[in-house]
T-cell receptor, first 109, second 115 residues
Framework: KNEVEQSPQNLTAQEGEFITINCSYS?????LHWLQQHPGGGIVSLFM???GKKKHGRLIATINIQEKHSSLHITASHPRDSAVYIC???????????FGKGTKLSVKP | DTGVSQNPRHKITKRGQNVTFRCDPI?????LYWYRQTLGQGPEFLTY????????KSRLLSDRFSAERPKGSFSTLEIQRTEQGDSAMYLC?????????????FGSGTRLTVV
């Protein structure tokens, strides 16, 4: 079993839909990251969380430390949101990240 | 500072050849990480540096792989005697310290194809 599990693996949505991507992890962490990866490989950091909730534009990320679970929500989805969304956790002061396999999101117009 | 820069963007090499990739992190970042990502998978940790010291290496980093960060600035990742299984995207990232309050910045990656 992977230390970081994401669901769903693939997600297709219509433009305007509310989207939720889930991440569960099985190790103790100091922070959780949500990342966006477009075709071609570049990774953009969306959020870094250690507790609670963060919001940036149409994106909302939440984390429940006790349940070892995080969610990424996209409101009013748009075709330009189409990408792979990756959850990654950081353990203690090591600094390196353990990644989930990613969720491939496709938003249709 | 334009972020984390990786060169080359793409590399095609014949099996058995040596290849070297370069990563230039954000200048004030003291930590530099290398990850490898194969198709359909999330990135996997290879190694990281704090300044010029290589602090951790993954078991994925076989003896054909070597990484350096000689002056605590840019880093190189060399793969000797490449194999087809080395084909992947090699990602570099940097951060200021290892504490959770500091975020990560990723480069665009070097895509290696071994033929």
């Amino acid at each position: 079993k992977n230390e970081v599990e994401q669901s769903p693996q693939n997600l297709t949505a219509q433009e305007g839909e509310f989207i939720t991507i889930n991440c569960s992890y099985s190790v103790g962490i100091s922070a959780l990251h949500w990342l966006q990866q477009h075709p071609g490989g570049g990774i953009v950091s969306l959020f870094m969380l250690s507790s609670g909730k963060k919001k940036h534009g149409r994106l909302i990320a939440t984390i429940n430390i006790q349940e070892k679970h995080s969610s990424l929500h996209i409101t009013a989805s748009h075709p330009r949101d189409s990408a792979v969304y990756i959850c990654a956790v950081r353990r203690g002061s090591q600094g390196n990240l353990i990644f989930g396999k990613g969720t491939k999101l496709s938003v249709k117009p | 500072d334009t972020g984390v820069s990786q060169n080359p963007r793409h590399k095609i090499t014949k099996r058995g050849q040596n290849v070297t990739f370069r990563c230039d992190p954000i200048s004030e970042h003291n930590r530099l990480y290398w990850y490898r990502q194969t198709l359909g998978q999330g990135p996997e940790f290879l190694t990281y540096f704090q300044n010029e010291a290589q602090l951790e290496k993954s078991r994925l980093l076989s003896d054909r792989f070597s990484a350096e960060r000689p002056k605590g600035s840019f880093s190189t990742l060399e793969i000797q005697r490449t194999e087809q299984g080395d084909s992947a995207m090699y990602l570099c990232a940097s951060s200021l310290g290892g504490l959770s309050l500091y975020g990560y910045t990723f480069g665009s990656g070097t895509r290696l194809t071994v033929v």
